[in-house]
């Protein structure tokens, strides 16, 4: 299998840790795209030109990263990052929604700097998605998400947003936020493929 990714992307990043989490390295390997500047490798693969994007071995095409993951869960070895059924699978699932659509306004807010010219951006866009962000750290340092054995897929989903935060916005949410960074340092230390896969650039 073939997995169009970069290194930057954090929605390619939680892929990566799934990859590792359920043993599958071996059996994927990872296929550096620009998605910035239409790539025709992954435009044939996902019209949408979005990263990350599974080729199997048959040919089909998975994404986005959710489905992928969830793909990744049921072929690979390991812990069950997705529980099946029951509360724990939509607690699961919420989180996960949760921090994709962290991740979601911190790169809407990095391609409002780096594709619209100075004098047409609209700061109130801006300060709208900085409030998005601000609110659901916020909710989350109130009861950081715990785990039993193992973190599941949406603990690894939030690792990655609170990850980009600091890769692209230097780490600002630090500062108020001291009950996730050591979340976020807990998490590190359990899932050695989180330093892995650190974006550097």
């Known amino acids: 299998m073939k997995l ?27 296929v550096s795209v620009d998605a910035t500047k239409g790539d025709p490798t992954l435009n044939a693969a996902n019209p949408l030109g979005r990263i990350p994007a599974l080729i199997l071995d048959n040919g089909d095409v998975i994404h986005d990263s959710h489905v992928i993951c969830e793909y990744l869960d049921t072929v690979g070895t390991g812990p069950v990052l997705v529980p099946r059924s029951g509360p724990e699978r939509w607690r699961t699932l919420t989180l996960a929604s949760l921090s994709d659509g962290l991740m979601e306004q911190a790169l809407l807010q990095v391609y409002e700097g780096r594709y619209r010219p100075a004098e047409m951006r609209v700061e109130s866009w801006v300060e709208r998605l900085q409030s998005k962000i601000d609110r659901t750290l916020d909710h989350l340092e109130k009861a950081p998400p715990q785990w039993k054995d193992h973190p599941d897929y949406g603990h690894i989903t939030l690792a990655c947003s609170l990850g980009y935060l600091d890769f692209r916005h230097g780490g600002k949410w630090r500062a108020t936020h001291p009950n996730m960074v050591a979340w976020l340092d807990r998490f590190a230390a359990a899932v050695p493929s989180f330093a892995a896969t650190k974006p550097a650039g």
């Open 4 to 30: 169009l990714s970069s290194a930057a992307s954090p929605f390619g990043r939680k892929v990566k840790i799934t990859i590792a989490a359920k043993n599958l390295a071996e059996k994927i390997e990872v």
